[in-house]
């Protein structure tokens, strides 16, 4: 089961990446960035794909495919490793979107942004936080098996 929850982590990381790369692409055409600088939250949301989506999710992936996919170390919990990538996936993506959306309020009106919007960043970085534990959590056990 490594060897297909790291493929699960790899290709969701490859999706991430596309959109890191294209938002990162789209937001240097001149009236856009011009809209972007006026919120931080936009690039916080550039970081956030890039970085937990893009690179966080490879590792991860990298880790269960290549070390844990193998026959003489088996998966401590397959449940707990579903769990981790759907808790990780739907945290990256809602606080993604409501990054986004904060940045655009933010940007629109010069000021701190909805207080709905920020709660709803702080509730996603939570969830995909345990999504992150429950995943190392797992790789460290079946490191010690």
């Known amino acids: 089961m490594g060897k297909t929850l790291g493929v699960k982590f790899l290709k969701a990381s490859l999706l991430y990446f596309i959109i890191g790369v294209t938002m990162g692409a789209i937001m240097t055409i001149g009236s856009i960035y011009d809209f972007v600088i006026l919120s931080k939250l936009f690039e916080r949301a550039h970081a956030h794909i890039n970085l937990i989506g893009w690179v966080s999710l490879s590792i991860i992936g990298f880790i269960y495919y290549l070390i844990l996919g193998n026959p003489g170390k088996p998966l401590y919990s397959e449940r707990l490793g579903n769990m981790g990538f759907w808790l990780i996936n739907i945290g990256i993506c809602a606080e993604f979107i409501a990054l986004l959306i ?7 009106s010069f000021q701190a942004g909805n207080y709905v919007i920020k709660m709803l960043i702080v509730i996603f970085a ?18 010690n098996r």
């Not at 904060?102 to 629109?108: F, I, K, P, V």
């Not at 995909?128 to 056990?141: A, E, P, Q």
């Open 102 to 108: 904060g940045g655009y309020a933010q940007a629109s």
């Open 126 to 143: 939570f969830v995909m936080m345990i999504g992150v534990y429950f995943s190392v959590y797992n790789i460290y056990k079946t490191l």
